[in-house]
């Protein structure tokens, strides 16, 4: 298991609004669907890039760095979508069609890029090694069995089969006290996003993107705990349009 002290290469940042609309979770299905439309067909290409950076992987134990720059543009599009919708009803600022981050969006993810990978672990992590986490985000995320192709779908990264987990409840909770207060319980929120944050972690890894095992455990809380610096991550791609190419958004550990 990972050093609990040590930040994990990837980094899942997100800003709590102190107050958002009452009501306006009930619509935000209906206000997705331009997204959920796009990032079917960006998952879609998730899953060719990966295929083909098995590959690369398995003969150069490298990751093509422009395979690897969309991937997580495609997760990180995905995380501010759900972060939007159903996965945390974190913020009422509608989302951005981008792969690239934003510093101002109030949802951030990054993975370094890795300069070598394993051989070895390329064929094994992403169904073999991640089982356990798999049973564990059963729980968390959904009542059946989780698993990465989940992500295909409109949900997001993951999605339960069988039924809802707890995430599910916890949401479920958050809105309703949103409903009537306009404010979302900052403890509920800390634990919502400790729980998005795990399975990011773990869609990562089984993406092939990083070698370090996902951490048994809940890093609770909008800004990442385990890294110092709560400013934005710096994006692993091209930076966004309007963005000069030398400004630094906040370093990733």
């Known amino acids: 298991m990972t050093d609990p002290r040590t930040p994990y290469p990837v980094r899942v940042d997100a800003a709590l609004e102190p107050s958002g609309s009452r009501g306006l979770w009930l619509v935000k299905w209906l206000l997705l ?13 998730f899953c060719v890039v990966s ?3 098995f590959f690369a992987i ?3 134990a490298r990751y093509p760095r422009p395979l690897f720059d969309f991937n997580v543009g495609v997760l990180r599009w995905s995380w501010r979508v759900n972060y939007y919708g159903y996965s945390a009803l974190g913020t009422d600022r509608y989302p951005p069609f981008t792969l690239a981050e934003m510093a101002d969006y109030p949802a951030h993810l990054d993975v370094p890029y890795p300069e070598r990978l394993s051989r ?3 064929l094994v992590k992403w169904w ?6 798999y049973i564990v985000l059963s729980i968390l995320v959904g ?3 989780w698993a990465g192709s989940g992500a295909t779908t409109d949900r997001g990264w993951y999605a339960g089969a069988g039924g809802a987990g707890l995430l599910t409840l916890l949401l479920l909770i958050a809105a309703i006290v949103l409903l009537f207060t306009g404010r979302y319980p900052k403890s509920l929120y800390d634990f919502v996003l400790g729980i998005d944050r795990w399975a990011l972690r773990v869609a990562a890894y089984t993406a092939l993107m990083t070698d370090r095992y996902p951490p048994f455990r809940l890093d609770q809380g909008g800004a990442d705990p385990v890294f110092a610096d709560p400013t934005p991550p710096s994006p692993s791609g091209p930076p966004a349009a309007g963005q000069p190419a030398g400004e630094t958004l906040g370093r990733a550990g």
């Open 33 to 45: 669907i331009p997204h959920f439309i796009v990032l079917f067909f960006l998952w879609v290409a």
């Open 51 to 53: 295929v083909i950076a």
């Open 58 to 60: 398995l003969i150069t």
């Open 120 to 122: 070895g672990l390329v």
């Open 128 to 133: 073999l090694l991640v089982l356990p986490h």
């Open 143 to 145: 009542g059946g069995l």
